[in-house]
């Protein structure tokens, strides 16, 4: 058996801790029943560990053509661990996908170089997808019709 020796405060802290969690659940729920006023939890806040945030696919530099480039922003507090792009048609057809390049490292700049021709007047999609390095997902879409 092994021992583990706790300070004073960290045990002070997790008392603490169960008690806010038992006063929620006590306020929020009976038998199961979600009573839940439209006001936060106070262990729930939606800006504790925020994902990144894909603010925009630019798609100036995307004609269609092999080596075109797709550019995206994107914020984080944790630091991204990959940015993965598809590309697909308007009826959901995969024409390509992989991963985009940070433009130098901990840039909020990254960029995809497509490796697929596709036709005039072929309306795509871009999806996009960022993970963090806590496993945070952000995501974002757009669309053009290739001229």
């Not at 405060?9 to 729920?29: C, H, K, P």
């Not at 729930?44 to 894909?54: G, S």
């Not at 092999?66 to 984080?76: G, K, P, R």
Request: include cysteine.
């Amino acid at each position: 058996m092994t021992k583990v020796f706790f300070a004073e405060s960290t045990l002070e802290y997790r008392q603490g801790m169960a008690e806010t969690i038992r006063q929620v659940i006590r306020e929020n729920y009976i038998a199961g029943v979600n009573l839940h006023t439209g006001a936060e939890p106070p262990l729930a806040q939606a800006d504790l560990l925020p994902p990144p945030r894909i603010e925009a696919i630019a798609l100036d530099f995307y004609q269609g053509k092999v080596d075109d480039e797709v550019m995206l922003a994107i914020s984080d507090d944790f630091g991204l661990v990959s940015v993965y792009v598809v590309i697909q048609d308007d009826r959901c057809n995969l024409i390509e996908r992989g991963n985009a390049d940070a433009f130098e490292a901990g840039s909020a700049c990254w960029s995809y170089i497509a490796t697929v021709p596709v036709e005039s007047g072929t309306r795509v999609i871009v999806h996009a997808a960022a993970t963090d390095c806590l496993g945070g997902v952000g995501a974002l879409r757009t669309g053009i019709t290739v001229p």
